[in-house]
């Protein structure tokens, strides 16, 4: 589901804080759709800045450096090799692999989407576009003959569906004909600046449009070839700075299709059952604001779903729970006083370069079910994470931040913020999800992003949301009630109708004649 792009949007209001002074200047500044609300429309920084007061877990056994290791290799054998670092982008414009489409090929950079199941490619001219796919250019191309129309939380396109041939250059050694959706309208879906012109919709069939028919991109490649139904996503984008050098600025992360990488993470991988194979949901047993449980029923977390999405920036909670987590967060972080609409999204807070107060914000954990029974594990995200750096337009002297934890009417949503402390497996074929601390995931000296477990719960499916459903009897019996009703209330009419008639007859048995005309009109 595509939540978190940048659009130009509406003036914000920056405030500094330089000690215990607070300064604020109205400015317009660009931020991510995290929101998707367009309210603030500013891009990431990106590329890692020396002396920032945190750094990046290097692989084990090698140097802090982003072409990291190509070795140890698992689960996916030769498909995974050339994988490594195949992602640019951030999380406020989204993560993008490069494909080739048609005969012969075009090279387009496409959008990793785990929340969405359609492919589709921008097949029209766009201000916002750099090169589309050219439909006439491909003698592969096969017309289906049929629109698709498809609206996100933000942005929506239309377009005409078709097939084609399709690879992934840095990634496994195949070709596939998938299905495309060749885009011709669009509104708010491609982002200026973001360099990508299409969108790879990774979830499964039933929520593909139009319907649930369309077979998605991943399960034409593991029908069509031997790649095993498995991928894996490591993001880098939390916490890179704009004012480093192009090589780091341009490195995204790792999309592993086929396999899991060891040299990305550290530690052991935890897993949770994929609850629906429609997005990828799963259930939150318990969620803990440095470690103070917020007690809440566990249902509330999950209403009305719980999903891993790549293309949201944000944490995204339904209304209960995130007030009662942005409660507890301006607890834990008391000694600053912030303004509502910095834990709204609408305002940006700076510090001077290297000056951010990491500790005085809490770690958020999420406990999700485990695969054992009665089993669950938390995975632990740092405030570098949930607070999302951007770029300030009114000094280059700053650190500014936006609050990356909104609110939700579709249910909890874990977005890029989550994902960048993690290597998140979704492992397809065994209907689980894995978590492990990435390699490349921010931290300080004093805390780091966590995976840990087992914790013993009871009853964690009853944390699951259910949809209510009425079965056929329930509905024939309301059915029954409501004819039962009607037939009441038309008695009384029919009776008075009657009434009427015999009144009118005996008046003309009376002599007293009426214009039969007069009677039809």
């Not at 029209?124 to 439909?135: G, I, K, T, V």
């Not at 885009?183 to 319907?211: C, Q």
């Not at 038309?490 to 007069?518: E, K, N, T, Y």
């Amino acid at each position: 589901m595509l939540l978190a792009m940048d659009q130009p949007g509406s003036p914000a209001i920056l405030l500094l804080l330089l000690g215990s002074g607070l300064a604020i200047w109205p400015q317009v500044a660009y931020d991510g759709r995290g929101e998707h609300v367009g309210v603030m429309k500013v891009p990431l920084k990106n590329g890692l800045q020396e002396d920032r007061p945190y750094n990046r877990i290097p692989p084990s056994g090698s140097s802090l450096n982003p072409r990291r290791r190509r070795d140890a290799v698992s689960s996916g054998g030769s498909f995974v090799d050339n994988m490594i670092d195949n992602l640019r982008g951030k999380s406020g414009q989204g993560y993008y692999v490069e494909m080739t489409i048609g005969t012969p090929a075009q090279k387009l950079n496409i959008l990793v989407d785990t929340g969405s199941s359609n492919f589709a490619v921008g097949a029209a001219s766009h201000p916002f576009l750099r090169r589309y796919y050219r439909r006439d250019l491909s003698s592969t191309y096969r017309d289906l003959r049929k629109s698709v129309y498809v609206p996100y939380t933000q942005g929506k396109w239309e377009g005409e569906l078709g097939t084609d041939i399709v690879t992934i250059p840095h990634g496994p050694n195949v070709s596939v004909r998938a299905n495309i959706a060749a885009i011709t309208v669009s509104d708010k879906f491609f982002i200026n600046g973001s360099n990508w012109e299409g969108i790879l919709g990774l979830a499964y069939a039933e929520i593909a449009r139009p319907d649930d028919t369309l077979e998605p991109f991943f399960d034409s490649l593991v029908k069509q070839t031997r790649v095993p139904n498995v991928f894996s996503l490591q993001l880098c984008g939390a916490g890179f700075s704009i004012n480093d050098s192009d090589s780091f600025a341009s490195v995204g992360g790792s999309m592993i299709i086929g396999g899991v990488d060891t040299s990305l993470y550290v530690g052991n991988i935890w897993y949770t059952p994929i609850r629906k194979e429609w997005y990828y949901e799963v259930i939150i047993v318990k969620i803990e604001i440095n470690g103070q449980d917020l007690k809440m029923d566990c249902k509330e977390y999950n209403y009305d779903k719980s999903i891993v999405d790549s293309g949201t920036t944000n944490l995204r909670l339904p209304k209960k729970v995130f007030e009662v987590t942005v409660k507890s967060i301006k607890a834990a972080s008391s000694t600053e006083k912030f303004p509502d609409g910095f834990w709204l999204g609408e305002q940006l807070v700076c510090w001077q370069i290297g000056t951010t107060p990491w500790h005085i914000f809490p770690v958020i954990s999420l406990y999700l079910m485990g695969e054992a029974t009665n089993q669950s594990f938390r995975i632990t995200i740092l405030p570098q994470q949930y607070l999302r750096p951007v770029e300030d337009v009114a000094t280059s002297q700053d650190d500014c931040y936006k609050f990356a934890i909104s609110q939700s009417t579709t249910g909890t949503v874990m977005g890029a913020v989550i994902m960048e402390g993690f290597y998140v497996v979704f492992d397809r074929a065994r209907k689980r999800i894995g978590f492990a601390v990435s390699t490349c995931h921010v931290h300080d000296e004093f805390r780091t992003a966590a995976v840990e477990g087992p914790f013993f719960t009871a009853d964690m499916e009853d944390c699951g949301y259910n949809i209510p459903q009425t079965d056929e009897s329930t509905l024939m019996t309301i059915a029954y009630i409501m004819a039962a009703i009607c037939a009441l209330f038309m008695l009384p009419l029919c009776l008075m109708v009657f009434q009427w008639r015999c009144f009118r007859c005996l008046q003309r048995d009376h002599g007293d004649f009426a214009d039969d005309i007069s009677l039809l009109k």
